[in-house]
RNA sequence: CGGGGUGUGGCCCAGCUCGGUUUAAGGCGUCUGGUUUGGGACCAGAAGAUCGAGAGUUCGAAUCUCUCCACCCCGACCA
């Protein structure tokens, strides 16, 4: 059995949390506060997931684009909503060049207040639209209360920033946007729900905001991206109107939609166990480990060569690679590389080069069989679908076995999960929800939107109640 | 911003209550040499620390006092 350095889930989920995040060298703590440095592994991650998600916007015919960090203070100030939900948690740059600012400067910790006054340069008539542009970009915002990937005060991430003619076509999009953010997160092997954001938890400025939302291994909610209409709120600000095919001005639509390297932790979490990380294929820095076994120099030479073969031929196909170093025994880089999740490992000594053959190990069951060199490509083939699937369903079956339904407050007690209740909707309630319970509504999703709540009584209020909701501890 | 905790070689940490056999201990890691290698190998040797910072008390401070700083955890704020 491996030993290692991480603490139990079930002893400290946390402790965890932070040990995987280390032993896997994903990130390290900055000297900076509430920032983290990412290291090569745990940023090639990101990179997968943004690779496959700038794929999917592209195909969907939006345009990269990239505007500065910094934000005039004045402009982020210009919508009312706005500022009361950034204001708290900005970075202000006062001094510039050895001199203090006239006009001060925000870093930017969302890009609407930073675009959208040229976006009313840009757009003149209704041909100009649909406008769709996305940015990579990082934003910083001074949280209270930093946790690794899911809320560091710099954080990378893309913000879509889209312009319509009309309410139709932009609600259109936030739902087009949703399922690809939902897609993605099925690209990680996780489950989402999707669905709408209440009153107090849509985003600052928004009329309306969908979210997708992740559980964890612990219990809690992950936001996992999220998709708002603005509707003519920022367009009556920064003046964003066209001329119409009437002749006359009209506001644009306006969507902003966003997805972080949160998801990181979201795949950390939902994937993750008492042995470390556990990584889907798709999304993997390292699909195929090779450890190659070998006790003298002929079997040595033997084993690497057969290593050698396999390797470029699996190449091909996958991100492989060969862990060559030397002095370390085969049990060191077995534990090494489940720690860190590598999907399949391949052990290759005298015994499977004799018999022309593998063994292979899979991390997400910790099984290991011995495969025919003959069949080992398909085999590779049909164990990373395999691998997929049993991850997604391990954390849909959690998922689905952790929402319980409550007919009032007095059954909200510390299990772990979500719960489904009735719920009137009413600010006031979630507030206080919040308060007593440190819960919140995490999202409505549509089947539950779009049909009469199960019980005609709010669970916190008594009064009429309007949906089924699912509500969540968060992070 | 409230509550709690922690700062000692690259990492984990003992020592602090009760100041002096401590030349600041141990484990991991690193380096050198050798033997090893099918589930975190072993032996021998070596390097590596202004004990978070400053001030004070004292013959003497990692240890006591004061001030400051940083980080972590639990909340409130949020992606």
């Not at 090779?290 to 002929?298: A, F, R």
């Not at 952790?402 to 510390?414: A, F, K, N, T, V």
């Not at 009469?452 to 968060?474: E, M, R, V």
């Amino acid at each position: 059995m491996a030993k290692n350095n991480i603490t139990k889930q079930a002893d400290n989920f946390p402790q965890w949390y932070q040990d995987v995040i280390r032993e896997a060298e994903l990130a390290d703590n900055s000297e900076v506060r509430g920032c983290g440095i990412v290291r090569p592994y745990g940023l090639k991650i990101w990179e997968l997931i943004k690779a496959e998600l700038n794929r999917r916007l592209e195909d969907d015919g939006v345009e990269n684009v990239y505007f500065p960090i910094f934000v005039p203070l004045e402009n982020l100030m210009a919508e009312k909503d706005h500022v009361k939900g950034f204001a708290p948690e900005l970075a202000i740059v006062t001094h510039g060049g050895g001199e203090e600012l006239v006009n001060k400067l925000a870093v930017r910790p969302t890009s609407e207040a930073a675009m959208y006054k040229t976006y009313a340069r840009w757009i003149q008539s209704y041909k100009d639209l649909p406008l769709r542009l996305n940015q990579w970009a990082n934003v910083v915002r001074w949280e209270k209360r930093p946790r690794a990937f899911l809320r560091w005060s710099e954080f990378l991430w893309q913000e879509g920033h889209t312009v319509f003619v009309s309410e139709d076509e932009a609600r259109l999009e936030v739902d087009k946007i949703l399922n690809i953010y939902s897609d993605i997160y099925k690209f990680m092997a996780l489950p989402a729900f999707i669905g709408r954001k209440s009153e107090s938890e849509k985003f600052a400025g928004a009329v309306m905001t969908k979210t997708t939302e992740i559980m964890v291994k612990d219990g809690k909610a992950v936001q996992g991206a999220t998709s708002h209409y603005l509707g003519t709120n920022f367009a009556k600000v920064f003046d964003v109107k066209f001329l119409g095919a009437d002749g006359k001005f009209h506001l644009g639509h306006q969507n902003s939609w966003g997805l972080s390297w949160r998801s990181v932790g979201a795949l950390i979490m939902g994937h993750g166990d008492d042995n470390g990380l556990r990584l889907p294929p798709n999304v993997a820095p390292v699909q195929v480990v090779i450890i190659p076994i070998y006790k003298n120099d002929e079997s040595k030479e033997a084993v690497m060569l057969y290593c050698e073969n396999i390797k470029n031929d699996l190449a091909k196909s996958y991100r492989v690679k060969t862990d060559e170093r030397e002095d370390l025994s085969p049990g060191f880089k077995f534990n090494y590389w489940e720690v860190r999740g590598v999907p399949l490992r391949l052990e290759i000594g005298l015994k499977e080069v004799e018999s022309k053959s593998v063994s292979v190990f899979r991390r997400d069951k910790e099984t290991k069989e011995l495969i025919n060199l003959s069949e080992l490509k398909t085999s590779l083939e049909n164990l990373m679908l395999d691998i997929h699937n049993n991850l997604y369903q391990q954390a849909k079956d959690f998922a689905d076995s952790h929402i319980y339904r409550i007919e009032s407050l007095d059954e909200i007690d510390g299990r772990l999960g979500w719960f489904e209740a009735s719920w009137s909707e009413d600010p006031e309630s979630e507030k206080m929800l919040k308060e007593k319970y440190s819960m919140v509504s995490r999202v409505l999703v549509p089947e539950n939107e779009n049909k009469a709540p199960k019980n005609k009584k709010c669970f916190i209020t008594g009064k009429q109640a309007k949906h089924d909701w699912y509500f969540a501890k968060s992070y």
